[in-house]
Each structure stands twice: as structure tokens, then as C-alpha cells.
Antibody, heavy 122, light 110 residues
Framework: QVQLVESGGGVVQPLGSLRLACVAS????????MHWVRQAPGKGLEWVAV????????YYADSVKGRFTISRDNSGNTLYLQMNSLTTDDTAVYYC???????????????WGQGTLVTVSS | QSALTQPASVSGSPGQSITISCTGT?????????VSWHQQHPGKAPKLIMF???QRPSGVSSRFSGSKSGNTASLTISGLQAEDEADYYC??????????FGAGTKLTVL
């Protein structure tokens, strides 16, 4: 069965950095696009970024563009999110989600991880 | 881009049917077939319950159905059960390799 396990969350000061990881199993990771989606405390879901199956294409929400970088290691079945210049508005549970297709173009999220909490606070 | 518009809350009694709407624009919901619905119980991860507006993933109850007309998608839950109480989010592909969610609808089973 598909499993997505996020890690790397924690408390970080404003303007600090953090790298999240998501280890995938139960499917052929290297053939699917992957996403990060976040949810601020008590708020709704917000799409953050997507990466194509081979890492050749990346796209970001305007709210994180220039500060966050999505990447993947297909040999290790792992998705990453490097987050820099963090602000209090970035406080959220971060979920990785599997795309139903290989390309970072259209589609939908068919499986979600359990999420990892990132708290930006001084 | 603004979030898709969903009602903040809906409620119904066990056995009844409810419908949750999701209104976007001609740039997102109205342009692409990739509208999905995700169910989220408190403290849990979201779960896909509908894709391409009206397709149910394997294992999702047939009590869940979806539709789309123009810029509005809808999720209907028939024969409400206590376990259906959760938050429901619509999601649409918005072009340019970006996606957007609705603000979520809290379903209360009375």
C-alpha cells in the first residue's frame, strides 16, 4: 500500500531555514510527480509546490516562490522541501502528496502523508 | 488567485443527503476536468474521495457522488452517517502547473 512519511518539522526562528523530507513506499516513486501542500493551524489547505517524476520541472505557489525549493532523490524514494527565509505565515502542517501522473502538469493528489508540523516563532 | 468558494458549514441528519458546492472561475474549475474532493477528519491527513469531478477512487463509498457544471463543482453525500462528519475540501487545477483549494466545508451530522 502507498505510504508517505514526512519528517523534519520543528520550531525555527523567523528568517531561519528548515528542510523537510518525505519517504515514499508502496509504489514506483520515480514514475510519479509529487507535491507539497500545507495547512496553517485551524485553516484550510494550500498547495505549495510540485516536481515532475524526474525532477526536471518544478513549480511553486506565489507565496513561497524564491524561498522554497522542492527536490527529489529517486534512488532513495525521497521528496524534499528546502524552506528558507521563513516567516510566521509559514507556520503549518506540511503534507507531501502523490500525483496520479508523472508530469507536473494538471492532475490531482491521490495519496497524502500524515504531515509534519513547522512552527516559525521567536 | 483567490481560493475556490465553498460554504463554511453544512449539516444533516443521519440518512439524509447533503450537497457541498465549490465555485471557481473559467480559469480553473470551468477550464479543466481536474476537480477533486478530499475528506479530512480532525487531526488526520486528507483523503481523496472524488477525482475528475465525478470519479470515485476504489474503496470510497458509493454514497459519495460528484458533478460539475460550468464553474461550479458539487459533492453529494447520500445516506449520511456519523462517520461522514469531517471537513471537505475541493481542489482544482488552475493552469500553469498550479493548484488551488477551497477554504473547506465542515460537515456536521446532527
Amino acid at each position: 500500500q502507498v505510504q508517505l512519511v514526512e519528517s523534519g518539522g520543528g520550531v525555527v526562528q523567523p528568517l531561519g531555514s528548515l528542510r523537510l523530507a518525505c519517504v515514499a513506499s508502496g509504489f514506483t516513486f520515480r514514475t510519479y510527480a509529487m507535491h507539497w501542500v500545507r495547512q496553517a493551524p485551524g485553516k484550510g489547505l494550500e498547495w505549495v509546490a510540485v516536481i515532475s517524476f524526474d525532477g526536471s520541472e518544478e513549480y511553486y505557489a506565489d507565496s513561497v516562490k524564491g524561498r522554497f525549493t522542492i527536490s527529489r532523490d529517486n534512488s532513495g524514494n525521497t521528496l524534499y522541501l528546502q524552506m528558507n527565509s521563513l516567516t510566521t505565515d509559514d507556520t503549518a502542517v506540511y503534507y507531501c502528496a502523490k500525483d496520479e501522473d508523472s508530469l507536473a502538469v494538471d492532475g490531482y493528489f491521490d495519496y497524502w502523508g500524515q504531515g509534519t508540523l513547522v512552527t516559525v516563532s521567536s | 488567485q483567490s481560493a475556490l468558494t465553498q460554504p463554511a458549514s453544512v449539516s444533516g441528519s443521519p440518512g439524509q443527503s447533503i450537497t457541498i458546492s465549490c465555485t471557481g472561475t473559467s480559469d480553473d474549475v470551468g477550464s479543466y476536468r481536474f476537480v477533486s474532493w478530499h475528506q479530512q477528519h480532525p487531526g488526520k491527513a486528507p483523503k481523496l474521495i472524488m477525482f475528475e469531478a465525478n470519479q470515485r477512487p476504489s474503496g470510497v463509498s458509493s454514497r459519495f457522488s460528484g458533478s460539475k457544471s460550468g464553474n461550479t463543482a458539487s459533492l453529494t453525500i447520500s445516506g449520511l452517517q456519523a462517520e461522514d462528519e469531517a471537513d471537505y475540501y475541493c481542489c482544482a487545477y488552475a493552469g500553469g502547473s498550479t493548484w488551488m483549494f477551497g477554504a473547506g466545508t465542515k460537515l456536521t451530522v446532527l
